[in-house]
């Protein structure tokens, strides 16, 4: 599927603009959510503005444009990295899971249903780059203490302050994942 392959320019004094962008602009394929994308892009275009602008996948937020936030948190081979410090012509031949991959089928992911039983989220702006990190530390640590929960999520900023329900989210997610029933 290709992304955003530009339309040709009707005005002919825009001729030589096009294929100025045309020679800045590389073909790369990106395997997101398990579809291989193709798209053209700019050299130092972020992993986050091509998801958001170019592929759709709104999910991934962005706030800072830092990599401080946690708000673009995507696993690009089961790691949870910032998108918008990642530049997408560097992700060629990885795995790039966004918030939108999660679910399977119109089916919660057990993180996701932790997410919604403990009120995970409040506003939601934090929860897609806090859901992933969390992903990525239950691949890593199924079974993980509230030290390396935080630790885990410590790239991530939840403005409405609600990091103990973060945690109990956490948890449960980590039990639904072992097989185990969270408690109430």
């Given at each position: 599927?290709?992304?955003?392959?530009?339309?040709?320019?009707?005005?002919?004094?825009?001729?030589?603009?096009?294929?100025?962008?045309?020679?800045?602009?590389?073909?790369?394929?990106?395997?997101?959510?398990?579809?291989?994308?193709?798209?053209?892009?700019?050299?130092?275009?972020?992993?986050?503005?091509?998801?958001?602008?170019?592929?759709?996948?709104?999910?991934?937020?962005?706030?800072?444009?830092?990599g401080a936030c946690g708000s673009c948190?995507?696993?690009?081979?089961?790691?949870?990295?910032?998108?918008?410090?990642?530049?997408?012509?560097?992700?060629?031949?990885?795995?790039?899971?966004?918030?939108?991959?999660?679910?399977?089928?119109?089916?919660?992911?057990?993180?996701?249903?932790?997410?919604?039983?403990?009120?995970g989220a409040q506003c939601g702006f934090?929860?897609?780059?806090?859901?992933?990190?969390?992903?990525?530390?239950?691949?890593?640590?199924?079974?993980?203490?509230?030290?390396?929960?935080?630790?885990?999520?410590?790239?991530?900023?939840?403005?409405?302050?609600?990091?103990?329900?973060?945690?109990?989210?956490?948890?449960?997610?980590?039990?639904?994942?072992?097989?185990?029933?969270?408690?109430?």
């Amino acid at each position: 599927m290709l992304c955003n392959q530009q339309a040709p320019r009707e005005n002919e004094r825009f001729k030589d603009l096009d294929m100025q962008e045309t020679r800045q602009q590389k073909l790369i394929h990106l395997n997101v959510n398990g579809e291989t994308r193709s798209l053209y892009v700019e050299p130092n275009w972020t992993l986050s503005k091509v998801l958001r602008n170019d592929c759709g996948h709104t999910g991934t937020k962005e706030a800072c444009g830092e990599g401080a936030c946690g708000s673009c948190t995507v696993l690009i081979d089961s790691v949870a990295v910032p998108a918008c410090m990642t530049l997408a012509i560097e992700q060629e031949n990885k795995e790039i899971e966004t918030i939108e991959g999660l679910s399977k089928d119109g089916t919660l992911h057990p993180i996701q249903e932790a997410w919604l039983e403990e009120y995970g989220a409040q506003c939601g702006f934090c929860s897609p780059g806090m859901i992933l990190s969390t992903k990525a530390l239950l691949l890593k640590n199924p079974n993980p203490n509230d030290d390396e929960i935080k630790e885990a999520l410590s790239g991530n900023v939840c403005i409405c302050n609600n990091y103990e329900h973060i945690l109990n989210s956490v948890r449960s997610a980590a039990k639904k994942m072992s097989g185990e029933q969270a408690h109430d």
